[in-house]
Every structure is written in C-alpha cells, then in structure tokens.
Nanobody, 125 residues
Framework: LQLVESGGGLVQPGGSLRLACASS????????IGWFRQAPGKEREGVSS????????NYADSVKGRFTISRDNAKKTVYLLMTSLKPEDTAVYYC???????????????????WGQGTQVTVSS
C-alpha cells in the first residue's frame, strides 16, 4: 500500500489548508487512516484518525474544533481540513494506514503499518 500526501505549503496564522492522502493502487476501504505530524526536535504525534467508513473520528486536543478529517473511499483519498492555523501547527504531516481495525481510531504511530512520505506545513507571517 503506497500513500501519497499533498496540499502542504506556507500559510499565514489564521489561514487554512486542506491536506490529501491518496492511494494510487489499493482501495482504502479496509484501513483506518491516521494523520500525524512531526516538528523539528519533537516526536511524531497523532493529529486525527478516521474509521474505514468514516463513522468514527478522533482528534488530538490541540486541533479539536479546528481540523476536520474526512474520506472518500471511491476516490481512495482521505482529507484533513485545517483551519485557524497557528505557528505551532508547523510540522511535516504524514498520513498512515492500519488494517488492525480492532484498535479503533487509534492515534498511536506504532499501530500504523503503512506511511506516506510527508508534506510540509509552515504557518508563519
């Protein structure tokens, strides 16, 4: 399973970006998808995750109310809409997939088996 992220870039504080995570070959229907981020000198942290059909979602406290995760299985794509962005949101953002569905909408990086290459998000004036 190969995942490719897109949509990162430079944005001013208060601005918005929409990240996309696409699979070029395999359907994503059987995978929980998570978004993670890693800032320089910090550990990778879970941002959000979504169940196979999109019924369940999970968010880190730091992004609740600002970020929205969604998925379009027909397009083999998962999205992360980020609004009211803050400088502390600056990081490389990764999407990941896990077939261990009994873990629910886990946001632990260790629970994910397939990773994209990451996309840089920089929030700065």
């Amino acid at each position: 399973l190969q995942l490719v992220e897109s949509g990162g870039g430079l944005v001013q504080p208060g601005g918005s970006l929409r990240l996309a995570c696409a699979s070029s070959v395999f359907q994503l229907d059987y995978f929980t998808i998570g978004w993670f981020r890693q800032a320089p000198g910090k550990e990778r942290e879970g941002v959000s995750s979504i169940s196979t059909g999109g019924e369940s979602t999970n968010y880190a406290d730091s992004v609740k109310g600002r970020f929205t995760i969604s998925r379009d299985n027909a397009k083999k794509t998962v999205y992360l809409l980020m609004t009211s962005l803050k400088p502390e949101d600056t990081a490389v953002y990764y999407c990941a997939a896990t077939s261990r569905l009994w873990l629910g909408t886990t946001m632990s990086p260790d629970d994910y088996d397939y990773w994209g290459q990451g996309t840089q998000v920089t929030v700065s004036s």
